[in-house]
């Protein structure tokens, strides 16, 4: 797991599905019949700290509860690293609760996240191996207590009597159960997914244990809702018969995140196809969605402490934002018939920049018809986390005097984005004055400490655009140059 800093896995390890590859090209992701009261959530390690942040953040989309398999209390790490590798992992004793729970309510009453009157009707199934040496236990003691302040306890299961390390846990399937290790599934005789989804939703027909279809798996076109932000560019689902498009089925709906270490290009189709969940689904007309991760996130992690972006916790979030929208797409479908291909919408027109300062640059375009928003994209990434409604947008965290290219892609009400603009370029304007533009150089363990990085796995990242300076260290040496309060880049100034 990706905690462990693992990077090779171990010799001779099951990989059943290794050899696995598409089948088929990626889709893009279908609109579903969907009941959006029976919308769900769970997840392993940092996918499970992604999976409480979503609860709580869009408390009214996964209003009927949430699974956590080694993950802990919403905002654990408040945005340091240093608090997520220490009292949100080892040394859970530090664990401010009471805080996290403050922070959760004034979040609430600022719209930042959903109300939390939502979270009263939830079920919440927590398990922690007695094992875990990676997130241990009084991590997921804390988010029990952190529940205690939202979820009535008769709606909350805490199963924490296995020896089980760090891992997902099924009763046919993976290492053995004491190891800890890739793919980070393990064989515990104790099946982990049906135990979360027949709390989560009570009485449920038996698993399929037979040979699931192969054609219930998709794989879909994950770049429709974001570009990098440490995500793939496809992601996975499994849609049982009965709920595929043309259906008339009315399905529930289950997102699973994987851990850290654990997405498609880490242990193939392990995650996807062999933790339990899709026997249920198959069964019970449950949809599974998993979004993927990409090797560009920090040890393929999900954002749980910032290293993507400050607001990674709230609605804004780039990737919380992302796996919001492919619930929405999923769960848009009417069924009976199927849906007919969406008519692409036209490029913007009149795209261009102003209003350059030494940090952002302003961009407008003129209304497409037809459209529900737009995405900008900056140098060919999309640099907006929610769909931007107006035909404006502004683009910040830039370096100073550096000249930019940017492009519109229009949207409609399911997501699916049109053709691109002409490209505008811009250049930002000369830092002065204060603190912005000015240049330091120091020794990577110097600028960790003066907060003008932070050190991750051995390693320093500048504070803000997160680009690697190499070993955190006393040895290395390396010039930020400050763009805008709290960004830093690796650079030099005249």
């Not at 905690?3 to 893009?28: E, T, W």
């Not at 997914?193 to 279809?213: C, D, E, K, S, V």
């Not at 209304?367 to 990434?381: K, L, M």
């Amino acid at each position: 797991m990706a905690f462990n800093f693992i990077r090779a896995a171990a010799a001779g390890a099951a990989m059943a599905l290794c050899g696995v590859g598409s089948v088929y090209a990626a889709v893009n992701l279908p609109a579903l019949k969907i009941d959006k009261t029976q919308t769900t959530v769970s997840g392993l390690s940092s996918g499970g700290f992604m999976a409480v942040q979503l609860h709580v953040a869009y408390s009214a989309t996964f209003a009927k509860g949430a699974g956590v398999v080694a993950g802990g209390p919403f905002y654990c790490a408040e945005g340091s690293v240093v608090n997520a590798t220490g009292r949100c992992m080892a040394s859970p004793a530090g664990i401010p609760t009471s805080t996290l729970v403050s922070t959760t309510n004034t979040w609430a009453s600022q719209g930042a996240i959903d109300p939390v009157a939502n979270l009263q009707g939830s079920k919440v199934y927590l398990f922690s191996g007695t094992l875990d040496s990676v997130v241990k236990t009084g991590v997921m003691d804390a988010l029990r207590t952190y529940y205690n302040s939202f979820v009535p306890a008769a709606n909350v299961v805490y199963k924490k009597d296995i020896a089980a390390e760090h891992a997902m846990v099924t009763d046919d399937y993976g290492n053995a159960c004491s190891t800890k290790g890739a793919p980070y599934i393990s064989d515990c005789n104790f099946d982990l997914a049906g135990a979360m989804l027949q709390h989560l939703y009570g009485t449920l027909n038996a698993r399929n244990n037979a040979t699931l279809p192969t054609g219930n798996y998709i794989e879909f076109n994950q770049s429709e809702f974001i570009t990098n932000h440490g995500m793939a560019t496809t992601g996975w689902a499994y849609v049982p018969q009965a709920c595929q498009a043309g259906g008339t089925a009315t399905c529930k709906l289950h997102v699973v995140l994987h851990g850290c270490k654990q997405n498609i290009s880490d242990v193939q189709q392990q995650y996807v196809r062999n933790t339990g969940y899709n026997r249920w689904a198959d069964s019970n007309n449950i949809v599974m969605l998993y979004p993927q991760t990409s090797t560009a996130a920090t040890n393929s992690c999900w954002d749980w402490w910032g290293y993507d972006s400050a607001n990674y916790s709230k609605k804004s979030g780039p990737q919380m934002a992302a796996v919001k929208a492919m619930v929405d797409r999923i769960s848009s479908g009417t069924g009976g018939t199927t849906p007919p291909d969406p008519v692409a919408l036209p490029a913007p027109t009149g795209v261009s920049t102003s209003g350059a300062t030494a940090s952002s640059m302003a961009i407008s375009w003129a209304a497409v018809t037809g459209a529900a928003s737009y995405n900008v994209y900056r140098n060919a990434n999309k640099v907006n986390a929610l769909p931007v409604t107006a035909t404006s947008y502004t683009d910040t965290g830039l370096a100073a005097s550096t000249t930019y290219s940017w492009t519109v892609r229009a949207a409609d009400a399911n997501g699916a984005e049109g053709a691109t603009s002409a490209a505008a370029s811009g250049t930002t304007l000369a830092a002065s004055g204060g603190s912005t533009g000015t240049c330091t150089t120091a020794s990577n363990y110097a600028h960790t400490l003066a907060g003008r990085a932070y050190a991750y796995a051995g390693f320093a990242y500048a504070l803000g655009s997160n680009q690697g300076m190499g070993w955190w260290n006393v040895f290395v040496t390396t010039t930020l140059k400050q763009t805008s309060p709290g960004y830093y880049v690796i650079g030099t100034c005249p």
